[in-house]
């Protein structure tokens, strides 16, 4: 089975099929689990508006990030996993390169704020178009492409709309803030130590079942910076299950214009 801790407890079906991967990093992290848990101080007169603040402050202050690593997908529609090479370049460039087996290259995709340009090595076709109907590319997966564009950084971060929770509290050593609106009831789950978001769940707001949730995990480098190392978002309705495991992580890194390449002879298709 799949690293599947948290989701249990949301009565979700397994995933049948394992990665290597996945099962290192459980043993991994339920190891870590069973050596003690540090005594944390929490700030408790820190006030949600801070606690926005604090956690945004990361994102806003990353201009460049790159990551390679491996995403694993289960779902009754496809169960794949496949490696990643990614780079980001602020304000909305995203470059995204997918390999398979021995390192063979399975498609390549650019993002920006208004276009994709995406190329299918295996039907050797090349897609573009405008970001909103490169979107509908996501809509099978029923997770807002801005979710996509997080669980691929890495880092979660509050948007502009969520800015005044409807509830704050402590529990345990993380902060929990929720907000509420037509769209559905967003619970955020903010550990104390590193401040990051670690968990999201989303629920409908009529019937309170999950709709999707996101779990973001992260470890402290020797210089003390808290990197993610694992995204997991699971969707309960779709049975499905989309893990990013980052191998390596760089901050600000050196990058030039993001483009990617593919033959001359690819088949050019326009989505409209």
């Known amino acids: 089975m799949r690293y599947w801790s948290y989701y249990l407890s949301q009565r979700v079906k ?4 394992l990665s290597i991967a996945v099962l290192l990093f459980t043993l991994f992290y339920l190891s870590g ?4 848990k540090e005594t944390v101080d929490v700030d408790h007169s820190i006030t949600s508006t801070e606690i926005v603040a604090m956690v945004n402050a990361l994102p806003s202050s990353l201009q460049t990030f790159s990551a390679e690593g491996i995403i694993n997908i289960d779902s009754p529609r496809l169960t794949q996993s496949a490696g990643f090479q990614l780079a980001v370049k602020k304000p909305d460039s995203i470059r995204i390169i997918v390999e398979g087996p021995f390192g063979i ?3 390549r995709a650019l993002l920006t704020k208004e276009h994709y340009i995406a190329y299918n090595a295996l039907q050797n076709s090349v897609y573009e ?3 909103k109907s490169g979107a509908r ?5 029923d997770i807002p492409p801005s979710v996509i564009v997080d ?7 509050f948007d502009n709309e969520q800015m005044t929770p409807d509830s704050f509290s402590v529990s345990g050593e993380n902060y929990v803030l929720q907000f509420i609106n037509s769209a559905g009831r967003k619970k955020f789950t903010i550990n104390s130590r590193s401040m990051r978001i670690t968990r999201v769940e989303t629920f409908d707001t009529e019937t309170h079942s999950l709709l999707w949730s996101e779990q973001y995990d992260y470890r402290q480098n020797n210089t003390g910076i808290w990197e993610p190392t694992t995204v997991t978002v699971i969707v309960p309705e779709k049975e ?7 191998d390596t992580v760089m901050f600000n890194p050196a990058l030039n214009g993001l483009s990617i390449s593919y033959p001359n002879d690819a088949e050019r298709i326009t989505a409209k």
């Open 14 to 17: 397994r995933p049948k099929n």
């Open 33 to 36: 689990c069973l050596t003690g």
């Open 105 to 107: 290259t399975m498609g």
């Open 129 to 131: 178009g405008n970001i």
């Open 137 to 141: 590319m996501f809509r099978w997966l």
């Open 151 to 157: 669980a691929l950084t890495g880092i979660r971060r």
């Open 240 to 246: 499905l299950f989309v893990e990013i495991v980052f």
